[in-house]
């Protein structure tokens, strides 16, 4: 202790009181505190703020999994009505697959119930379509084909009842082997050949043909002739011209004027056409009287001793002569036979 610590005190004053030190480390522990608490609040704030973010992605993440997820039940809605209409259509097919397949099993029942009784309705439809095409085409290959079947069908049936009309086929089977077809090809091209040669018959009225070179009567040809005789000749040669003498038997051929003329090888033309319609149509009837009307025109208006008429009327006599006026037989005898058979069951 130092002099002035030990010396004493005065007397009436008091001695000062020294400050005690335990305020101190609370004020010192609570601003610690403070500051922990504040920097964890802080921290506290961040995380808070860090979860609202993550909070806001994720509920814009769930709005747009609910879009896609309202598209994707769209697009399932839309998929599951297809398939309904699907399955409709295809129920609705089922259906008429059921219903065919029942008609087609009564067919069965049907044909399975009277098989001699079908075999005779077959034969006797296959023999009528079978005239059908002979008449549409002109060939006896459709008849004896369809005879042919039918013999064959009846062999495989061995079915004694059916023995006559077996024998009815047989005998038609020959009767139309017989028969004559006519070569409708071979006479289309020889119409087309007369409807050629319609443009160049020459016409009972027509006038002659002026001659190429004109001779005179020493033998010198016209060309070498002086000037004064070809003009002579010349002078000569149409003067004659202007007046024919000829002997027409059809008055009315001498009456033809160009314009008729024309419409008479067009008439001959449509006679021709019509022949070749009528040929194709299996109308020989209308074919023939057609043909006899081309043959008139040809005889009435056109010249018989050009060589052009002449062979325009052989190749209209040979079209004549290759019309026949037979047609291919009918199965008369079979169907009577299959008629007798279908009504006997």
């Known amino acids: 202790m130092t002099q002035e610590s030990a ?60 879009v896609e997820a309202r598209a994707l039940a769209r697009q399932a809605q839309d998929v599951a009505r297809e398939a309904a209409a699907r399955v409709t259509v295809a129920e609705t097919r089922l259906s008429e697959v059921a219903l065919q397949r029942t008609q087609l099993e009564e067919l069965m029942q049907s044909l399975s119930r009277s098989r001699d009784e079908n075999l005779v309705v077959d034969m006797e439809s296959a023999i009528r379509l079978a005239q059908q095409q002979a008449q549409l085409t002109g060939s006896a290959e459709p008849l004896l084909a369809a005879l042919k079947t039918a013999d064959q069908r009846i062999a495989r ?126 109308q020989g009837e209308s074919s023939r009287a057609e043909l006899a009307a081309a043959v008139q025109l040809v005889n009435r208006y056109f010249d018989p001793a050009s060589r052009r008429t002449q062979s325009a009327a052989g190749l209209l006599q040979q079209v004549q002569s290759q019309i026949r006026t037979t047609e291919l037989p009918r199965l008369e005898e079979t169907l009577t036979a299959l008629s007798t058979a279908a009504a006997g069951r």
């Not at 004020?27 to 860090?50: I, N």
């Open 157 to 282: 049936a061995a079915q004694p009842r059916l023995a006559p009309l077996q024998r009815a086929i047989a005998r038609d089977a020959e009767r139309v082997r017989a028969s004559t077809v006519i070569d409708l090809p071979a006479l289309l091209v020889k119409l087309d050949d007369l409807t050629r040669m319609a443009d160049d018959l020459p016409l009972l009225n027509g006038a002659p043909a002026s001659q190429q070179t004109m001779v005179l009567r020493s033998g010198m040809p016209l060309a070498d002739a002086p000037w004064w005789r070809r003009a002579l000749y010349t002078t000569w040669d149409e003067i004659r011209g202007l007046v024919r003498v000829s002997r027409i038997e059809q008055p009315e051929a001498a009456l033809l004027s160009p314009d008729q003329a024309f419409f008479v090888r067009e008439n001959f033309k449509l006679r021709l056409l019509n022949v070749r319609l009528g040929l194709l149509a299996r």
């Open 7 to 66: 010396s004493p005190t005065p007397a009436g004053v008091a001695p000062p009181v020294a400050t005690p030190a335990v305020p101190r480390l609370f004020l010192t522990v609570t601003a610690v505190v403070a500051v922990v608490a504040l920097v964890a609040g802080v921290m506290l704030w961040q995380k808070v703020s860090g979860m609202q973010e993550q909070l806001a992605r994720q509920s814009a993440d769930s709005g747009a999994l609910a």
